[in-house]
Every structure is written in structure tokens, then in C-alpha cells.
């Protein structure tokens, strides 16, 4: 499925900041993990259909993401 291929794949048993070039340059916080997500996301899932990314990392701590404040350059960036 599209999470599997666009994000698991890529993220699963990996240490994000040696692994993973996206974040060779930004922290690995939940806030970036979000956007990252996103923008994997936004290039296998069907238009409409993604709306928002949310990761929870304690019952009282969770990010919402919507693709906010990304630049065209950051969507570009994965492909």
C-alpha cells in the first residue's frame, strides 16, 4: 500500500539522521518526521485524498500536520 512503499519502506529499522538524506540537514523531530510523511505521501497518494498527518508520541503529545508552510523546493525535494 502507499504507506508501505512511501514511508515504512524508507523509515522502518532506520536511524533517520544517518539513513535517511532528508534529514542529513534538519533535526529528526516529530515536527519534521510529520512534513516528511507528507511529502512522501503526497507523491503515491491520489490528489484529495491526504489531508492531514497526525503522530501521536505520548497520549498528550501529538503533531497535526496539513502541508503547511512547505515550500516548493521541500515537495521537490524527495522526488
Same mark, same amino acid.
Given at each position: 500500500?502507499?504507506?508501505?512503499?512511501?514511508?515504512?519502506?524508507?523509515?522502518?529499522?532506520?536511524?533517520?539522521?544517518?539513513?535517511?538524506?532528508? *534529514?542529513?540537514?534538519? %533535526?529528526?523531530?516529530?515536527?519534521?518526521?510529520?512534513? *516528511?510523511?507528507?511529502?512522501?505521501?503526497?507523491?503515491?497518494? %491520489?490528489?484529495?485524498?491526504?489531508? $492531514?498527518?497526525?503522530?501521536?508520541?505520548? %497520549? $498528550?503529545? $501529538?503533531?497535526? *500536520?496539513?502541508?503547511?508552510?512547505?515550500?516548493?523546493?521541500?515537495?521537490?525535494?524527495?522526488?
Amino acid at each position: 500500500g502507499w504507506i508501505n512503499t512511501a514511508v515504512l519502506d524508507v523509515l522502518d529499522h532506520r536511524n533517520l539522521d544517518v539513513d535517511v538524506a532528508y *534529514f542529513k540537514n534538519r %533535526p529528526s523531530t516529530v515536527e519534521n518526521l510529520a512534513a *516528511f510523511i507528507w511529502i512522501r505521501l503526497t507523491q503515491t497518494v %491520489p490528489a484529495g485524498l491526504l489531508h $492531514k498527518i497526525i503522530i501521536s508520541e505520548t %497520549p $498528550k503529545n $501529538k503533531v497535526i *500536520f496539513a502541508g503547511e508552510g512547505l515550500t516548493k523546493a521541500e515537495l521537490e525535494e524527495l522526488l
